[in-house]
């Protein structure tokens, strides 16, 4: 079997779509479509069904990707870094939330990019868990770090940590609201607060009024921005309630430029989850990344 129509299947597999494969092939469409069309000649049988946006893998499509990428990833990971490996100094590709990679996972691999016997460059690259996983299936990342656990048998997730949720102000909402006015069923004292947020649709505050209140948020968001710190920082100089990571606003709760408006009894949790493309964990650079976030991860819980 031609290991270039192989190449061509996986990276259709992952894309799911003939379009944005062959971008990433940097061949044109038909010629995409003819090599898919001669490997399910060669094996007789459907290895996509056609949709009017994209393709989605058959049994048979999924079965051949599960056993061909990782054999594909280690011939590229051979071709790239060559006989010599120490002369060559790999890349590893990183995507994940903007907030958790810069505050957690950078600093922890920065740590590897020095010269300690095994080097690596590093890049890395922010987006939602839906862009993240995408661009890891496609090949744009080598891990990523997400807060969905994907399906399919393509890509191998390993729980990474879980993060706190905590309901905080600046000080003065809190002398407004009062001692002992939130009650653990209900949250009435916090109903004509302004609310700040990442986005309109609220996810951090309705993930927690769902799981503390069990209840939906009564107030829109007052300010909207999307990034985490830059929610802190709004809700430190004054904007209205927030709904923040623990890890992102300790120091903040430690000044006392903010404080926790509600201690539940059971805090809201989200995980975290390192994400690879099955198979490549084979590759050292990739394989010491993923080792070295989920020890330093220990030390964030």
């Known amino acids: 079997m031609d290991l270039a129509l192989l190449r061509t299947f996986v990276t259709v597999h ?17 010629a995409v479509t003819s090599q898919i069309r001669t490997l399910e000649r060669q094996l007789g049988k459907p290895l996509f069904l056609r949709q009017a946006r994209g393709v989605t893998p058959t049994t048979i499509g999924d079965e051949l990707a599960h056993k061909a990428a990782p054999h594909l990833d280690a011939l590229v990971e051979i071709a790239e870094s060559g006989l010599d490996d120490e002369s060559s100094l790999r890349t ?61 048998a393509l890509l191998t997730t390993t729980p990474l940590c879980d993060e706190e949720h905590v309901l905080v102000a600046a000080p003065r909402w809190v002398e407004r609201i ?47 921005v999307p990034d985490l ?30 404080a926790t408006l509600h201690e539940p009894p059971v805090p809201p949790l989200r995980t975290y989850f390192l994400v690879v493309r099955t198979g490549t964990l084979a590759m050292p650079h990739i394989a010491r990344a993923h080792e070295w976030l989920q020890q330093a991860a220990a030390g964030w819980c």
């Open 14 to 30: 992952r894309a799911g779509s003939f379009t944005r494969a062959a971008a990433l092939l940097g061949l044109s469409q038909p």
């Open 178 to 224: 009062g001692a002992g006015a939130l009650r653990l069923k209900g949250a009435p004292a916090l109903e004509d607060l302004p609310v700040v947020e990442v986005h309109e649709s609220l996810p951090f505050v309705s993930r927690y009024w769902a799981s503390v209140f069990d209840s939906r948020p009564a107030t829109p968001g007052t300010v909207i």
């Open 92 to 152: 590893l590709h990183l995507a994940g939330p903007p907030e958790f990679t810069a505050e957690r996972a950078l600093p922890a691999l920065t740590e590897l990019t020095g010269d300690d016997g095994q080097p690596f460059a590093l890049r890395a690259s922010f987006g939602t868990a839906e862009e993240t996983l995408e661009g890891l299936a496609a090949g744009h990342h080598d891990l990523a770090i997400s807060t969905a656990r994907p399906r399919g």
């Open 229 to 258: 710190r830059a929610v802190l920082a709004c809700t430190i100089a004054g904007a209205g309630i927030a709904v923040l990571p623990r890890y992102l606003c300790a120091a903040a709760l430690d000044e006392g430029t903010v």
